[in-house]
């Protein structure tokens, strides 16, 4: 059985930046089993499957898988599977809008005269407050590199993370999850939970996200964290809106794979929705043999 699939960079126009993803376009036949085996042999953040879609309205049905496990939604897989299914036809490139069906359910896609590709975040949710020292000790620093002003809190657009205001980027750099701490941090969580740390910058956040939990080290682009950075941000007076606001989060930079991911938050506190915009550059052409 020969599968095609693509790789492209996401978050970025520069090849061999951004966040890598392999997209197999035309999964019909894969079982769950095999498909997870693949995102193993790929060994990138996220790799998804392609399936005609079952729900009326949607273009396609996309399944998400990390090296380690399924996921509910995901913001580069997203990002970059609308572009592959744009570029080989799957998709009409004149088709400006419209709906990709993942576990979490319809994910609605846009495209805009910059050819930014933009997903519209899933409802938002805020569980719990962390202690700052308890947090800065998982990756590694001191209390004080922690912003006091602002708590830490657990929030989820279907992948929760736990977000960390630091006070500026060099502290971000400096972060480093120390897994006896991250354990006992993350001790009472019910399920997966990544670290998402960032510092506020004139043009939004400069970002890093960890996700041991999801076989990941760390994560170069995080669009699915983005959307729940955004609330975060706005709710804690780190970003200002004014009917609308639209800023960056940076991430990837200090793993050599930077990333801009582009935040348009429609509202005051974002009730009118928050979205998440990116490019995508075309990496490889490539074709999985499966035998025996």
């Known amino acids: 059985m020969d599968v095609d699939y693509r790789i492209v960079d996401v978050f970025t126009q520069t ?3 951004g966040n890598a993803l ?42 998400i898988f990390t090296p380690a496990k399924e ?3 995901a913001g580069h897989p997203t990002v970059g599977t609308a ?7 799957k998709i009409a490139k004149d088709r400006r809008r419209f709906v990709l069906d993942e576990n979490i359910g319809p ?34 620093l001191e209390p004080g590199d922690v912003l006091g002003s602002v708590p830490c809190q657990n929030l989820s657009a279907g992948n929760p993370a736990v977000f960390i205001p630091l006070r500026d980027k060099a502290a971000v750099d400096r972060a480093e ?25 004139q043009e939004g956040a400069y970002s890093r996200m960890f996700a041991n939990d999801f076989g990941i080290v760390e994560d170069p682009a995080t669009g699915s964290a983005t959307g729940p950075l955004a609330a975060f941000m706005m709710a804690h007076g780190l970003a200002r809106s004014a009917g609308g606001t639209r800023f960056i989060s940076e991430q990837g930079t200090k793993m050599g ?21 990116g490019h995508v550059a075309p990496v490889a052409r490539a074709t999985l043999t499966l035998s025996g």
Not at 83 to 89: A, E, F, M, P, Q
Not at 182 to 188: E, G, S, V, Y
């Open 177 to 201: 999850v120390d897994t006896v701490a991250l354990r006992r941090l993350l001790a009472d969580e019910p399920e997966a939970t990544c670290l998402f740390v960032f510092t506020p910058t």
């Open 107 to 140: 994910v609605d896609i846009r495209v805009d005269d910059d050819a930014l590709i933009w997903l519209r975040t899933p409802p938002i949710r805020t569980s719990r407050d962390y202690d700052g020292a308890l947090c800065a000790a998982a990756i590694g």
């Open 83 to 89: 572009w592959v299914l744009r570029d080989i036809g």
């Open 15 to 17: 090849p061999l930046e």
């Open 257 to 277: 794979r930077r990333s801009i991911l582009h935040v348009l938050i429609d509202g005051e506190r974002g009730e009118g929705g928050i979205e998440i915009g």
């Open 71 to 73: 996921m509910m939604f």
């Open 22 to 63: 392999a997209v197999f376009h035309d999964a019909t036949g894969l079982d769950d089993a095999t498909m997870q085996k693949i995102a193993r042999e790929t060994n990138l953040s996220e790799t998804t499957f392609v399936f005609p879609a079952d729900r009326p309205g949607s273009a396609a049905r996309v399944r």
